[in-house]
Structure formats: structure tokens, C-alpha cells
């Protein structure tokens, strides 16, 4: 890799493992509705904006927006508004390594919404390891586990919605010829507004305001969701999705360390071995199968001039076929995007 893509995925690693700090310090002044509510608001400004400079424009289509809002709801209002929930009273870095698993759970909804056929072994395994190191984390026998059972619930569950949201994108949203930036602006746009409807509800508490706390949730919306998304976008199609889904490994470890220094976090020998389950489980489950050797045919006759129209029954011929690339024969053969070609 280039000095370029090391700095691009340096960055990218830092910003995005550093996210389960400022939920942590922001949370000290805001509810989780207040905070996730200006960083969605805030984030949406930065990357819409960017996407109108560049001339890009939101869909207009009734049906995918009840797709981006759906979306919203999976991928950014519920998790989002959980993980702050949780931070409340639990670690920054179990957050982090929990939120590592939900490619567990994009494989689990995919097999619901039909998009994935079957399981491979080594998949199979990546979800049976992906649930030992959950667990490991939780530790619900240990009275000093890492987190209170409540932290411990919204963090699991807010990994859940947060990787059905990659199932559902993949099948309602990805491959429309809708611009990226603007699918993440547009799902950014429909989550604030999901934020705004609960906020009479669930957003009433008193600020107490503090300079940490502003500092925050100002760096979460802008430069953590906002110019986070455009260097994402950036790494994925300058260097490739193999490289910027390395980000999922590197961000977990680098929201372990910060928790540790900056917030002096205490993480016992379960939460250890729990993250190298988790992110070993999610190499599994980004393994890519071997693609299955195509049989050798005998080629086909060639007619002989004059006779168009009269050719002999070749190997090619009755069986169906549409077209010369093989592509009409392999119905199915798209699969689930990954997290980072979606978000």
C-alpha cells in the first residue's frame, strides 16, 4: 500500500475508533436523544452539503425514501440512541469491541431477507465465535463484569439493528444508481427527523453544560459522521473495499487503547479475549468463498457459409442460454455489500 492509503486508513481508524470516547464525554452534559439528535443533524448538513457542491441531488422517489427512512431507523436512530443509552453507565470500549460484532447479525438478517442462500463453514463458525467472545464480554456470571446488564443490553442490541441496517440497505437501497454521499445524506437527513418526532418524548432532560461535553458532540457530528463519511468514500474507491474494511478491526483497537488512557477504563482477561473472538469472527464472516470452477464445454460448431439459420444441435444450443458470459446461468450470484461499501 502507498504513504497515501496508510494515512487515508490512519485516519479513518482514529476518527472512527475515537467515536465511543466523545459518546462517552458528551453524554456527561447531553441525554442520548440530545447528543444523537445534533450529531445526526450536523453530520447530514456536512455530507448533503458537500454533495450539492459537487453536484450531486437526493433522490425524489416516494418508495426510497420509506426505504432510507427504515434505514435511518436500523442504522442510526435506534443504535446510535442505544450506544449512548449504554455508555451512560458502561465502558466506551465494551461498547466499541460489542459494536464489532454486528456483522453477525448483517449475516443473520440477510438469511431472513433471503439474500443469502446458505452458510459456509468457515461462516458458520465466524457466527458461533462472534457469540462465544459477546458473551465473554457480557460475562453475566461474573459480578465485576464490564458494564452493568442494562449497558451490556443496549450495546448487543444496538449492534443487532445496527447490522440488519446493512441487510436492508444491500437489498432496498444499493445498486438504485443513487450517488453514495447522497444515500448516506439522505439516510442521515430521515434519522434526524426520527430523532425530532421522539425528542418531545425522550429528549426533555436539562442540558448541563459543560466545554468537554460541547467539544463532544460537535466533533461527533462534524467530523466524526460528517467528513468521516467522504474519507470513507475516499478510501474505498482509491484503494478498495478489501483495504477500507480493515477499518473494522483497526477502529475497535484503537477505542480499546483510547478508553483505557484517556478514561482509564479497567478491562479484565473476558473483555480481552472476548474482542480477539470477535474480530477473528469477523474475518470469518468477510471471507470470501471460492468461486466454483466453471465446467469445460466443447465448443461450438461453426456453420458453414450459406447455412445461417440451419446450424446442428451444438453443445450451446437448446439449453437456455442468454447470452455468451455466462451471467444468465448463475440467477442469485449478487451478494450482501459490506459495511463499508454501505456506509
Known sequence: MSKATYTRLAALSLIWGSVFLWIKIAGYGFSPVQ???????????VILAIGYAKGLRLPREAAT????????????AIPWTLYAEGEIDGSSS????????????????????GQEKKVSGFRAGGVLLGLGGTALIASPWNSTSAGTGWSI???????????????YMGKYLVGRGIPPLMLAGGQLGAATVLLLVAFPFLGLQAVTWRTDSVISVLVLGVVCTGFAALLNFEL?????????????????????????????????????????????????????PRPTPEPVSEPTPVPTAGAEGDAGPGPASGDGSASGDGSASKPGAASVPSAAAVE
Do not use: Q
Open 35 to 45: 447528543m444523537v439528535l445534533i450529531r445526526l443533524a450536523l453530520g447530514a448538513v
Open 65 to 76: 425514501w420509506g426505504h432510507l427512512t427504515v434505514a435511518a431507523l436500523l442504522g442510526n
Open 94 to 113: 465494551v461498547a466499541a469491541v460489542v459494536n464489532g460484532s454486528a456483522p453477525i447479525w448483517t449475516l443473520a438478517a440477510a438469511l431472513l431477507l
Open 153 to 167: 443490553l443496549c450495546f448487543v442490541l444496538g449492534s443487532i439493528s445496527f447490522g440488519a441496517s446493512f441487510a
Open 236 to 288: 474505498i474507491i482509491k484503494d478498495g473495499p478489501t483495504v477500507a474494511s480493515t477499518v473494522t478491526y483497526l477502529m475497535t483497537a484503537v477505542a480499546v487503547v483510547l478508553g483505557a488512557v484517556v478514561l482509564s477504563e479497567p478491562l479484565g482477561w473476558t473483555v480481552w479475549l472476548g474482542a480477539v473472538a470477535v474480530l477473528a469472527a469477523t474475518g470469518l464472516l468477510r471471507r470470501k
